[in-house]
Each structure stands twice: as C-alpha cells, then as structure tokens.
C-alpha cells in the first residue's frame, strides 16, 4: 500500500484545515488507518485512528472534540478534519495503515505516507 498526504498549509489559530491521504497499490478496506504527528524537536505522536470498517475511532486527548478521522473505502482515502486548530498543532502530519484492529502505537503500522506540514499561527 502506498500512501500520500496531502492539505496541509498555514492556518491561524482558531482556523480549520482537512487533510487527506490516498491510498494507492491495494485497497485500504481492510486496514484499520491512523494519524500521528511530529513536531519539530519532539518525538512522533498518535493523533486519531480508524478501524477498517469506520465503526470505531480513537483520539488523543490533546485532540479530541477538535478533530475527526474518516475515511472512503469506496474512494480509498483517510480524511482527518482539524478544527480549532492550536499552535501546539504545527507539526508533520503522517498516515499510516496496518492490519488488524487500530492502535495507537506507530511501531505497529505497516506502511506510512510522507507526511503533510500543518503550520498554525498564533
């Protein structure tokens, strides 16, 4: 499976933003999908995930009630709507996808896109 993020950009606080990852070389119906983010200086970190059927998402704390993970088997995308967006959200945004069922860890993901830079003004 190959995956490629994309919209990320510059946003203010307090602004949205959508980022998207497409999958490509198999069909991601059957893999539970995640977020994880790296600012700089900082080791990476879990953001949301989704289980393959869509049925069950998790979120960090730091996250949760700001943003939503989706995706579109049909389609073979992962979506992550980030609203209210903070400073402390700049960083490199990645998906990744395993089999099974979703985790938080990214150790357990299989493949991973190249990530999408979300840059939030103060």
């Known amino acids: 499976v190959q995956l490629q993020a994309s919209g990320g950009g510059l946003v203010q606080a307090g602004g949205s933003l959508r980022l998207s990852c497409a999958a490509s070389?198999?069909?991601?119906?059957?893999?539970?999908m995640g977020w994880f983010r790296q600012a700089p200086g900082k080791e990476r970190e879990f953001v949301a995930a989704?289980?393959?059927?869509?049925?069950?998402?998790g979120y960090a704390l730091s996250v949760k009630g700001r943003f939503t993970v989706s995706r579109d088997n049909a389609k073979n995308t992962l979506h992550l709507q980030m609203n209210s967006l903070k400073p402390e959200d700049t960083a490199v945004y990645y998906c990744?996808?395993?089999?099974?069922?979703?985790?938080?860890?990214?150790?357990?993901?299989?493949?991973w896109g190249q990530g999408t830079l979300v840059t939030v003004s103060s």
């Open positions: 070389g198999r069909t991601i119906s059957s893999y539970s």
């Open positions: 990744a996808a395993k089999s099974g069922s979703y985790a938080t860890t990214g150790s357990l993901y299989n493949y």
């Open positions: 989704i289980t393959w059927t869509g049925a069950t998402t």
